[in-house]
């Protein structure tokens, strides 16, 4: 017999109103929004045939290094690769997580960011590139560390959860991590949504300024948006002296959310993108205010398709920490018994039970990430995302990847078309073009 | 004590001028100001900074040692992120003084804005006047005095420190509740006020968390079990 059920009221739907009504409150989660959008798996590279020729492949140069805030900076980031690890928080991350992204950063000559409760030592010892940042909650903020780092981050919004503080649940607020904070142990941090100290554009270009001031003008200033109204926002942070903007979407990972925000706010990184370039270029910055994508980047062809679309930089976070052993089960973990759920389902960062030793702040479980041999695996990773961007590189005839344009780009599907604004495959036509 | 006429000179110009001044050991006097915004910031060892005249936002900000005398007013944001050291201001100071300051001791001779005191994480902030609206917002740690009286929602989302009001509290913010000071509270509050030339009897309130909002009351099955 085959049964007919609900379009509207799908068996998640059923068992979200089911929890919701146990629950009393908004459910939380980590991971990423579980919608169904375009993302850079709806376009594809129109590589060499007989209009142009390849480059060929591990023989001819293709450049990767990539350089972030040379519009004010006296020390731009200097990177050997455009893929850099994005801030995630001490606390959010165990130590070992932390120390072994720093360390990866380092091995391939990339940068990594520091996060909501600041700077933790073993970070800044394993990473030679640190980005600084400064968010509204100011957990942990220190001038000292400030004049250390190789770029500052202020963040605005983050994609997970735009228009919101971060979140950390009390089960990691324990004590390293409440000292840090100057939070009491055990609270259930829900960080503030706006700046102590600045709230609109016009006073961010002085919080600019008074950065800038502090470290003597030598390293890149960013902005952090969660892309929502993207055009704007770029335009204001651009012209409050932002060195390189970075447009977190709304696929962007995360330690804790509310399930609402994580799905139903933002848009996706392949628009965020296009409108950031389109705004940078309308007053005239494009190209140097730096742009940053980020928000469920996982491979070389999606960094790529990135850098087509018009960004200068991506920074991965979600993707760095499954090659660290995320929703893998390794020898000691039971996903099934710790997590409720089979590896390869676990979205449950914030619980802090992570069986793999990376979203927790329990010693045992924290042990269960070996820092060196992480930090091997993401390096390996990065390589091997660096790697494919060239070959797509090469393969389009180009021996730089920041050559790649929309024009190496087709959408295949007519949303991806729009939003991309480049042509739908079989067609000539932009849609959404008036 | 060097001076430094800020007049003619950009903020980088006139920040570069202090800061090789104060790594040189020296005391030093800013004149003309000019309500500048980013003056005096980032400086992190002990020294004696005297400004003359009023400043703009950000100014002795990202300080941890320095002792700052400002005679006049300040704009937003006055000793922000402030580690160690004092500053002390002779009027007005406009919104967010001492915002996520984690020690030392800020002292306004007049009035502040809103927001006083702002995701605080330590230290004292000690307003001679009144002070405006979300006096003590999600204040975390530390001390604020206030000898006149607080605008509306005053200490609201709090998590621990203690504010005092000596005048009005014309609103208490979400989850703040007012507690009685003991004598020992009131003789330290009696000492730091001596020190900065406070003189005058004040009645005290004493402003704390209710602690209501430490938790989200629910929690999911997989958090139940977490715990
Ligand atoms: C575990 C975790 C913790 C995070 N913590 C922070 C943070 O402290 N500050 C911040 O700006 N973003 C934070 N983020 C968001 C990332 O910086 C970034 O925006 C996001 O991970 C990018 O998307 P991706 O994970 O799909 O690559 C966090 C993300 C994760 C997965
Ligand atoms: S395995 Fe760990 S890091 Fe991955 S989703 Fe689960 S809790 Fe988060």
Redesign the interface.
């Known amino acids: 017999m085959v049964r007919r059920t609900s379009q509207i009221f799908s068996p998640w739907v059923i068992q979200d109103i089911h929890?919701k009504s146990d629950?009393?409150?908004y459910?939380?989660r980590g991971f990423s929004s579980f919608q169904d959008v375009t993302h850079f798996d709806d376009l594809t590279f129109l590589s060499t045939g007989l209009t142009r020729f390849p480059l060929e492949g591990y023989k001819e140069q293709c450049n990767t290094q990539t350089v972030i805030g040379s519009l004010n900076a006296k020390n731009p980031l200097i990177l050997d690769t455009p893929i850099y690890i994005t801030g995630m928080s001490y606390g959010a991350l165990s130590v070992n997580a932390k120390t072994a992204l720093g360390k990866a950063a380092s091995l391939v000559g990339t940068a990594s960011c520091t996060g909501d409760g600041g700077m933790l030592p073993s970070e800044r010892k394993a990473s030679n590139k640190l980005i600084y940042q400064v968010l509204p909650?100011?957990y942990g903020?220190?001038?000292?560390h400030?004049?250390k780092a190789q770029a500052i981050e202020i963040v605005v919004g983050q994609g997970a959860k735009p228009g919101t503080g971060g979140m950390l649940?009390?089960?990691k607020v324990l004590d390293n991590i409440s000292e840090m904070?100057?939070?009491?142990k055990g609270?259930?941090q829900r960080s503030?949504a706006r700046h102590?100290?600045?709230l609109g554009p016009d006073?961010l270009a002085?919080?600019i300024?008074?950065l800038r001031?502090?470290?003597n003008?030598t390293v890149p200033i960013h902005v952090k948006l969660g892309a929502c109204r993207v055009s704007d926002d770029v335009k204001l942070a651009a012209k409050a002296g932002a060195d390189a903007i970075v447009v977190d979407s709304m696929l962007a990972g995360t330690g804790a959310s509310s399930e609402i925000l994580l799905d139903h706010s933002g848009i996706p990184t392949v628009p965020a993108i296009v409108l950031a370039r389109e705004a940078l270029r309308e007053i005239g910055l494009n190209g140097k205010v730096h742009l940053i994508a980020s928000g469920g980047i996982r491979s070389g062809a999606d960094a790529a398709k990135a850098l087509a679309l018009g960004a200068d930089a991506v920074a991965i976070g979600l993707s760095a920490l499954i090659a660290l052993n995320c929703n893998r089960e390794i020898p000691g973990s039971n996903f099934m018994k710790e997590?409720?759920v089979p590896a390869g389902e676990c979205s449950?960062c914030?619980?802090?039970?992570c069986p793999v030793g990376i979203a927790t702040q329990d010693e045992n479980l924290t042990k269960r990430l070996d820092p060196d041999e992480g930090a091997e695996r993401v390096a390996n990773f990065l390589n091997a995302m660096t790697m494919e961007m060239s070959l797509l590189t090469r393969s389009l005839g180009k021996g730089d990847v920041h050559s790649l344009e929309p024009e190496d780009l087709a959408a295949l599907t007519i949303e991806a078309s729009a939003m991309a604004q480049v042509p739908l495959v079989g067609t000539n036509k932009i849609f959404g073009q008036s | 004590m060097v001076s430094i006429d800020a007049a003619q000179l950009s903020t980088r110009e006139l920040n570069i001028k202090l800061n090789a001044l104060v790594e040189d050991n020296q005391d030093v006097k800013i004149i003309n100001p000019r309500a500048r915004h980013n003056v005096v910031v980032g400086i992190l060892k002990k020294c004696q900074i005297t400004v003359e005249g009023s400043l703009g936002y950000y100014c002795a900000s990202l300080l941890d040692g320095p002792t700052v005398c400002i005679e006049g007013n300040s704009g937003w944001a006055l000793g922000e992120n402030l580690m160690n050291g004092v500053i002390r201001l002779s009027k007005d100071a406009g919104a967010s003084v001492g915002a996520s300051m984690r020690g030392g001791e800020i002292f306004v001779g007049r009035n502040a804005g809103a927001r006083a005191g702002i995701s605080m994480k330590g230290g004292t902030l000690i307003i001679k006047g009144n002070a405006g609206f979300l006096t003590g917002f999600m204040m975390q740690k530390g001390t604020i005095i206030v000898c006149g009286d607080v605008g509306d929602a005053v200490g609201d989302s709090m998590y621990e420190g203690v504010i005092y009001v000596g005048g009005k509290i014309t609103s208490l913010g979400n989850d703040a509740k007012i507690a009685n000071p003991t004598q020992t509270e009131l003789s330290v509050i009696d000492k730091k006020l001596k020190k900065n030339n406070i003189a005058g009897s004040y009645k005290f309130k004493k402003i704390i968390s209710e602690k209501k909002l430490y938790h989200f009351d629910k929690l999911e099955r997989l958090e139940k079990s977490a715990i």
Request: positive net charge; hydrophobic residues 35%; without cysteine.
């Open positions: 929890a629950l009393g409150r459910r939380i909650s100011r903020f220190n001038p000292h400030l004049k649940m009390g089960i904070r100057d939070l009491p609270i259930d503030p102590p100290d600045w006073d002085m919080k300024e008074q001031e502090a470290t003008w997590m409720g449950h914030h619980t802090g039970k």
